[in-house]
């Protein structure tokens, strides 16, 4: 932790219960994946978001690493992914061969703007990914429409959206498959980890078949069939159970951890309402279809100056601020690569959003003095 700060950015949230649990893994004598800590993780996932089938991955990565690999991505295909987001989204087709599309962003929030989709589809078109920036949904009805339309498959990237919802179905149960990460800088962490919700029924065999590294060993263990074999691609996407105890030690503490979070989301929101009532900056938008699950908290400043300052401003009180995304369509993989489209309101994301301390840990009062220092800042 930079000890220049002393409100960091974010900080890993452990319960207490996660060395009990991986005690409790070694003392079994199974410490490779999908064994008991696996299983519970899985019934938790499935029984709490009736998600129809869940791998445990060992990132969100490679949960998406999955789904590229499951809907058959391969040279020649094209996927439509918004460019204001992390790298994976995109790489995890791009090495399977595909071309990424980047559509951009809506002008109320970061996800993908659903009314630019359509023109985007080709015959070549395979799926559409959309990310639930900060856990906040985007307008899944739209999307699974024009999917239906034109026969793509709709890969949910809900990496932050655990616990969050769209019209009151969980987020990352809607499309074909879904995707999450355990990431420390998520709200459920287990260091590095993942998960894939795989809500397509055709694909549930085949997924545990990847995941295995193209064995059926699974379904070996669970008696179905009497030798394990290669019967197709895969990879090593199944996380120890040191792992997967870990990250069961802080199921138990998911309403606690969300409780918390959200009420310091509100309280930022609360005590930065007057800024955005007086133009200077816009707040996060919650459009009715969404909920809110505390991921992050961010704000939109005018300009890029603005935002360099404020950054500023806020480390000379000790506070870490951070920007987001550099919009994927301009980084130095990919600026080549891209159709030469504009996409402003990327841009302007990449410019002017600026996410603030959020971490179970963080105390009321330390929300109320970085609001303080920003409204400061701003002369209010
Ligand atoms: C965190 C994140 C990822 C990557 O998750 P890992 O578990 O670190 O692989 C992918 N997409 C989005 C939108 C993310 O926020």
Not at 138 to 155: F, N, Q, S, T
Not at 345 to 374: H, N, T, W
């Amino acid at each position: 932790m930079n000890s220049e700060y002393s409100i960091p950015f974010n900080k890993p949230f452990l319960t207490g219960s996660e060395l009990d649990n991986i005690r409790k893994a070694i003392r079994s004598g199974k410490i490779s994946g999908n064994g008991i800590f696996t299983r519970k993780c899985h019934d938790f996932f499935r029984e709490k978001f009736m998600f129809p089938k869940v791998l445990l991955t060992t990132s969100c990565t490679h949960a998406l690493e999955m789904a590229a690999m499951l809907i058959d991505c391969k040279p020649g295909d094209e996927v439509i992914i918004p460019s204001y987001t992390f790298v994976s989204t995109a790489n995890s087709f791009i090495i399977n061969g595909a071309k990424v599309v980047f559509a951009d962003s809506g002008p109320l929030v970061p996800n993908l703007d659903v009314s630019t989709l359509e023109p985007l589809v080709t015959q070549n078109t395979r799926a559409i990914i959309p990310v639930h920036y900060g856990g906040i949904a985007c307008d899944m009805d739209p999307i699974m429409e024009l999917a239906g339309r034109y026969g793509l498959y709709v890969i949910e990237d809900a990496a932050q959206a655990i616990d969050s919802s769209y019209k009151g179905n969980y987020l990352g149960g809607i499309g074909h498959l879904g995707a999450f990460s355990f990431h420390e800088t998520k709200n459920i962490n287990a260091g590095e980890g993942g998960m894939l919700a795989v809500n397509e029924a055709s694909f549930q065999e085949r997924s545990e078949i990847i995941w295995e590294k193209g064995t059926n060993r699974s379904a070996f263990f669970r008696g179905e069939v009497d030798k394990y074999n290669w019967v197709d691609i895969g990879s090593s996407y199944l996380p120890s159970e040191i792992t997967a105890a870990f990250l069961y030690g802080q199921l138990d503490h998911m309403g606690e951890i969300q409780e918390k979070r959200i009420r310091l989301w509100n309280l930022y929101n609360n005590n930065l309402r007057p800024l955005e009532d007086r133009g200077i900056l816009t707040l996060p938008h919650i459009p009715p279809y969404a909920t809110n699950n505390g991921h992050l908290y961010y704000m939109v400043l005018p300009d890029l100056n603005t935002r360099t300052g404020l950054i500023k401003h806020l480390k000379s009180k000790g506070i870490l601020a951070v920007f987001h995304y550099l919009p994927l369509h301009r980084s130095p993989f990919f600026q080549s690569r891209h159709d030469g489209r504009d996409l402003p309101l990327s841009d302007r994301y990449g410019d002017c959003l600026l996410r603030l301390p959020m971490y179970f840990e963080l105390e009321e009062s330390q929300v109320a003095f970085i609001c303080k220092e920003i409204c400061d800042f701003f002369g209010i």
